[in-house]
């Protein structure tokens, strides 16, 4: 098991996710494990349903917003190396870094930000 420290804006989205979509994050991660060559494709029904689950929470509608583009290269980075995810670890960085940099004061809902 590999364990990765996210930073406190990330840890807090993912907090939010699986208190809210436990059932569907849940599902998304068996699958994606089950299909390592393929979770992509394999996943796509599942992946929609964790996507429609967050939609309505305003601290993962605020980093969704705020980091579209290193959100968007993540996701191109994994469709083009579905067999090496490895590969994509400059774009997670990015997309965390970007996600540490958004504002969530006055977001219903979000956790308090170190200071």
Known sequence: ???????????????ITARFCHKEM???????ASNPSSWQQQC???KMKVAQCTSS?????????????????????LREHQAAVGSCSTQVRRFLACAE????AGVGGAVPQPT
């Open 57 to 77: 929470h305003p601290v993962i509608q605020k980093i969704r917003s705020g980091c579209a583009g290193e959100f968007t290269e993540f996701e191109r980075c």
């Open 101 to 104: 940099t958004v504002d969530l």
């Open 26 to 32: 849940e599902e998304y991660g068996t699958c994606v």
């Open 1 to 15: 098991m590999v364990v990765v420290l996210l930073p406190s804006t990330m840890q807090a989205a993912m907090d």
């Open 44 to 46: 796509q029904e599942l």
